[in-house]
């Protein structure tokens, strides 16, 4: 189930990724008063073939608020250096039900 997918913006890489307006947030866990949930993602990069980020290992994405507004911080500042992501390149997080709950996240380098 497609949680977002959104084109970088310079500020999603330095600043840390801000989940769009539009994003279907009923998948992610509930913060229960807390300011942060950690997300264990599996980073797959899309190019001429399918590979994945740190050997298939899952990385902790902390999702946290601020202002108002859900933001990747740490371990997104990870995956956006490991994947040489940059301004207008796409990622896509969603969730993969298969005998439990996963997170994964697509990224494509698009120049």
Not at 38 to 51: H, M, N, P, Q, R
Not at 58 to 86: E, M, N
Request: aromatic letters at 8%.
């Amino acid at each position: 189930m497609e949680i977002f997918t959104k084109q970088l913006t310079s500020i999603d890489i330095e600043r840390g990724l801000v989940l769009p307006p539009d994003s279907n947030l009923e998948p992610l866990p509930p913060f229960h008063g807390a300011r942060t949930i950690e997300l264990s993602t599996i980073v797959v990069k899309s190019a001429a073939g399918i590979t994945t980020l740190r050997g298939g290992e899952p990385v902790t994405i902390h999702c946290s608020t601020r202002s108002g507004r859900l933001t990747f911080t740490r371990g997104w500042y990870d995956i956006a250096r490991d994947g040489g992501l940059g301004s207008g390149d796409i990622v896509t997080f969603y969730q993969e039900v298969n005998g439990g709950t996963l997170f994964k996240m697509r990224v494509r380098n698009v120049g």
